[in-house]
């Protein structure tokens, strides 16, 4: 008994976080089935969670081209971050629930640069990704090198575009997404193969989008509450809009994203020392990374929100 109480002391002196799996679930009733369990600690009591697929095959591949996909696309990473958090803020991001799950999140946001991208050079706009004409709030510089060597993206007007498009631009009941060969769309119904695998005529309103590693695929097929989805998407784009095109509307200090995404409580302690100049103890400087240094803020009053992100030249 001694000797279990020493143990017990060594690994509270080794700094163990009391890791221990807070929720363990077999989901087996789904297209594809899945084992979800939550690891808390006790600095992060809420927990990470984690779902683990079987029988498919493509999983490592898909995580090999989705980093591919980020390192080739920069506003990847953060719109992915922030999205994420958009969706489980709002319990639509469980796919055997009918949500938007991570992979074909990510697809979608592949989907909606790549389109940019090509517009970008179909309009002569070596730096942007965007519609100038569209609206007064789009005026991208995604991509656009600056002479220090950095790459500056506004992750704000983005966001914008992306619950725009997906909230009141795409047809869902005639389009399907592909992200393959740069990116395209094609029609539900164009042969007899595509409607077999991406029309369903119980789900009009699915989001059909290919899977790159097997074109016969639809990621989407699981996202059945797409249609109230898609609402949200609008509702977000209306809500941001409001506060950017009358900055008067959010008072002095408030952020623009919170009144989209509700702040947590390191969201909000970070806020605080950001105002008051310091920092937590071993915090490390965000420019003494060896990776990509990607900072996002919610602006206040002037505008959306914004970002910039730094990469060392090759």
Same mark, same amino acid.
């Given at each position: 008994?001694?000797?279990?109480?020493?143990?017990?002391?060594?690994?509270?002196?080794?700094?163990?976080?009391?890791?221990?799996?807070?929720?363990?679930?077999?989901?087996?009733?789904?297209?594809?089935?899945?084992?979800?369990?939550?690891?808390?600690?006790?600095?992060?009591?809420?927990?990470?969670?984690?779902?683990?697929?079987?029988?498919?095959?493509?999983?490592?591949?898909?995580?090999?081209?989705?980093?591919?996909?980020?390192?080739?696309?920069?506003?990847?990473?953060?719109?992915?971050?922030?999205?994420?958090?958009?969706?489980?803020?709002?319990?639509?991001?469980?796919?055997?629930?009918?949500?938007?799950?991570?992979?074909?999140?990510?697809?979608?946001?592949?989907?909606?640069?790549?389109?940019?991208?090509?517009?970008?050079?179909?309009?002569?706009?070596?730096?942007?990704?965007?519609?100038?004409?569209?609206?007064?709030?789009?005026?991208?510089?995604?991509?656009?090198?600056?002479?220090?060597?950095?790459?500056?993206?506004?992750? #704000?007007?983005?966001?914008? +575009?992306?619950? =725009?498009?997906?909230? $009141?631009?795409?047809?869902? !009941? *005639?389009? %399907?997404?592909? &992200?393959?060969?740069?990116?395209?769309?094609?029609?539900?119904?164009?042969?007899?193969?595509?409607?077999?695998?991406?029309?369903?005529?119980?789900?009009?309103?699915?989001?059909?989008?290919?899977?790159?590693?097997?074109?016969?695929?639809?990621?989407?097929?699981?996202?059945?509450?797409?249609?109230?989805?898609?609402?949200?998407?609008?509702?977000?784009?209306?809500?941001?809009?409001?506060?950017?095109?009358?900055?008067?509307?959010?008072?002095?200090?408030?952020?623009?994203?919170?009144?989209?995404?509700?702040?947590?409580?390191?969201?909000?302690?970070?806020?605080?020392?950001?105002?008051?100049?310091?920092?937590?103890? #071993?915090?490390?400087?965000? +420019?003494?990374? =060896?990776?990509?240094? $990607?900072?996002?803020?919610? !602006? *206040?009053? %002037?505008?959306? &929100?914004?970002?910039?992100?730094?990469?060392?030249?090759?």
């Amino acid at each position: 008994k001694g000797d279990d109480n020493d143990d017990d002391d060594d690994d509270d002196n080794n700094g163990d976080d009391g890791e221990h799996l807070s929720y363990l679930e077999v989901i087996t009733q789904t297209r594809v089935p899945l084992v979800k369990f939550t690891v808390s600690t006790r600095s992060n009591p809420t927990g990470i969670d984690v779902d683990v697929c079987f029988d498919q095959p493509h999983g490592p591949e898909s995580a090999s081209l989705v980093h591919r996909f980020m390192e080739s696309m920069p506003p990847l990473r953060p719109l992915t971050f922030v999205l994420k958090y958009f969706l489980a803020s709002r319990d639509i991001n469980k796919p055997f629930s009918g949500g938007v799950g991570s992979y074909l999140l990510q697809l979608m946001i592949v989907s909606f640069l790549q389109h940019r991208a090509r517009e970008d050079l179909r309009f002569g706009r070596s730096g942007g990704v965007g519609n100038d004409h569209h609206h007064r709030h789009h005026h991208h510089r995604v991509g656009r090198k600056g002479t220090n060597g950095t790459r500056h993206y506004n992750l #704000g007007s983005l966001l914008l +575009d992306f619950f =725009e498009f997906y909230g $009141v631009d795409f047809n869902y !009941v *005639t389009t %399907g997404i592909s &992200v393959r060969h740069d990116g395209f769309y094609f029609a539900k119904g164009s042969s007899a193969t595509t409607r077999k695998n991406f029309w369903n005529s119980s789900k009009p309103f699915g989001l059909a989008v290919e899977n790159p590693l097997d074109p016969t695929a639809d990621v989407g097929g699981g996202a059945f509450r797409m249609q109230m989805i898609r609402r949200v998407f609008e509702h977000a784009f209306k809500t941001l809009l409001a506060y950017v095109s009358e900055p008067m509307v959010a008072m002095e200090g408030e952020s623009i994203l919170a009144m989209i995404i509700p702040p947590t409580e390191e969201m909000e302690r970070r806020s605080l020392m950001k105002m008051m100049g310091g920092r937590r103890d #071993g915090e490390v400087e965000d +420019d003494e990374d =060896e990776d990509d240094d $990607v900072e996002v803020t919610g !602006v *206040t009053k %002037g505008g959306v &929100v914004a970002a910039s992100s730094s990469s060392s030249s090759s």
